[in-house]
């Protein structure tokens, strides 16, 4: 049963060490950062509490957003990569074949899906990945996302998508295997009750399952998801998009103060 943020309790909340959130359309405000979940990151921060960026979003683009938000970290292409710091080099989380090999595979599926679906996009950020091969997901019906998959599946590649994107990437990548490889390297000494997984689309649908992460929210638009996913978030919030985030981190913050 899906519970609202109000009967996520104190003695839970005080718990909790570490935020793993998905980004767009989850802090995000209409594709915005705004200065509201800025704010709530750098609250949470404040508070005790880490926060570490698990996104779909390119590993030049989320090396960059390490640069400058006050997380304890930021994973990369669905589980693809992780930037502990922003002076080090990247941590694959992912075995690959050598990376010219494989983005010229990755580049040869896509152009596969286009003879099938020839209004396919593709992202512009692709130059900037290491791991998967991006699209994007405006346009594109539930059916059309199930034939996708379907097709990438055949060729032994995976397939997700997020409300900005559609992703080709690697069988076993995905954000749940990631962000357990990066919680066991670097933050050994958390506990599942310690932690808490946000998100609000499809390939955030990992993040929710009970069996690894026993603590998750959804940010309110998740709902426009709930006949497409096996696992929802154990919670969610009343607002959506980065307005929820907000709403989130302050019920943490609100509810540490007998820590």
């Not at 209409?30 to 509490?49: D, V, W």
């Not at 390490?66 to 990569?81: D, K, M, S, T």
Request: proline letters at 5%; hydrophobic letters at 35%; a negative charge.
């Amino acid at each position: 049963m899906i519970k609202s943020l109000t009967n996520f309790d104190q003695q839970c909340c005080q718990k909790i060490k570490l935020v793993a959130t998905d980004f767009d359309g989850t802090v995000t405000e209409n594709g915005q950062l705004t200065a509201q979940a800025i704010e709530a990151i750098s609250q949470l921060h404040m508070a005790g509490i880490q926060v570490i960026i698990v996104t779909g979003r390119s590993a030049g683009w989320v090396n960059a957003l390490r640069q400058y938000l006050p997380i304890a970290g930021a994973i990369a292409e669905n589980g693809g990569v992780y930037y502990s710091d922003p002076d080090t080099f990247p941590h694959f989380l992912v075995s690959l074949p050598p990376l010219a090999e494989h983005r010229k595979q990755l580049a040869n599926l896509f152009q596969q899906l286009c003879s099938c679906f020839p209004h396919l996009q593709e992202s512009p950020d692709n130059s900037f990945r290491f791991t998967d091969w991006t699209f994007d997901v405006a346009g594109l019906s539930f059916e059309a996302l199930t034939e996708l998959a379907q097709q990438c599946q055949q060729q032994g590649y995976s397939f997700t998508y997020s409300s900005v994107q559609c992703h080709i990437k690697p069988q076993a990548q995905d954000k749940a295997q990631g962000l357990q490889m990066v919680l066991k390297q670097y933050f050994p000494d958390l506990s599942a009750e310690q932690m808490l997984t946000v998100g609000d689309s499809p390939n955030d649908e990992s993040l929710f399952n009970p069996e690894l992460f026993p603590l998750s929210v959804g940010v309110a638009n998740i709902q426009h998801y709930w006949q497409k996913i096996s696992h929802p978030p154990q919670y969610v919030t009343q607002t959506g998009e980065g307005q929820g985030f907000s709403e989130l981190a302050q019920h943490l913050i609100a509810n540490q103060t007998c820590r």
